[in-house]
């Protein structure tokens, strides 16, 4: 498993990877520890059951940083890639309508329209978390796709706590 998170004591990002049975993540650039809350990451066997810690497959149950419990899956696609791909295949494709090469334009259109979607589905999930934005990659867990009003949530939260928020201004 691996995490990408900014570090709460000097916010700067930081990648560690084999976090499956770390107590404490590390900050390499400041040295300050996040402890990893005990039963964050569960264990279980092929048919689901929970077994020892570091055997079987590792599912997150919470952030390991923040530790906030919602975090959402989304596909880890790379989108200037995809884009790129779109780009150089609508490029291409305008070369063999200049030429009246009809099959061969629609063929390129078609071809890198389907080269984006099988990337898109041989692309793995990563976990990101709504509070803090620590994003996991190689783990599973119960968690849904991105949700539009827990993020606004944490959003306003984060406002809040983080006097984000001007001060109200007028006659107190
Ligand atoms: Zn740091
Ligand atoms: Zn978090």
Redesign the pocket.
């Given at each position: 498993m691996r995490i990408t998170y900014a570090c709460p004591a000097c916010r700067v990002p930081v990648r560690l990877d084999g976090i499956e049975l770390a107590t404490a993540l590390d900050c390499p650039a400041c040295g300050a520890a996040v402890p990893v809350p005990p039963g964050a990451v569960a264990w279980s066997g092929p048919d689901g059951s929970p077994t020892a810690a570091g055997t079987g497959v590792p599912t997150l149950r919470r952030?390991l940083?923040?530790?906030?419990t919602e975090l959402f899956a989304r596909k880890d696609f790379p989108q200037r890639l995809g884009v790129a791909i779109v780009v150089v295949g609508f490029a291409a494709s305008c070369l063999t309508w200049a030429w009246r090469l009809l099959v061969p334009t629609f063929a390129i259109l078609f071809g890198t329209a389907l080269i984006d979607v099988v990337l898109y589905l041989l692309m793995p999930e990563c976990l990101t978390?709504y509070?803090?934005g620590?994003r996991y990659r190689g783990a599973g867990g119960p968690h849904g796709g991105f949700d539009l009003e827990t993020h606004e949530k944490h959003r306003q939260q984060r406002l809040r706590l983080g006097g984000g928020v001007p001060p109200a201004s007028g006659p107190s």
């Amino acid at each position: 498993m691996r995490i990408t998170y900014a570090c709460p004591a000097c916010r700067v990002p930081v990648r560690l990877d084999g976090i499956e049975l770390a107590t404490a993540l590390d900050c390499p650039a400041c040295g300050a520890a996040v402890p990893v809350p005990p039963g964050a990451v569960a264990w279980s066997g092929p048919d689901g059951s929970p077994t020892a810690a570091g055997t079987g497959v590792p599912t997150l149950r919470r952030c390991l940083v923040c530790p906030g419990t919602e975090l959402f899956a989304r596909k880890d696609f790379p989108q200037r890639l995809g884009v790129a791909i779109v780009v150089v295949g609508f490029a291409a494709s305008c070369l063999t309508w200049a030429w009246r090469l009809l099959v061969p334009t629609f063929a390129i259109l078609f071809g890198t329209a389907l080269i984006d979607v099988v990337l898109y589905l041989l692309m793995p999930e990563c976990l990101t978390c709504y509070r803090c934005g620590a994003r996991y990659r190689g783990a599973g867990g119960p968690h849904g796709g991105f949700d539009l009003e827990t993020h606004e949530k944490h959003r306003q939260q984060r406002l809040r706590l983080g006097g984000g928020v001007p001060p109200a201004s007028g006659p107190s």
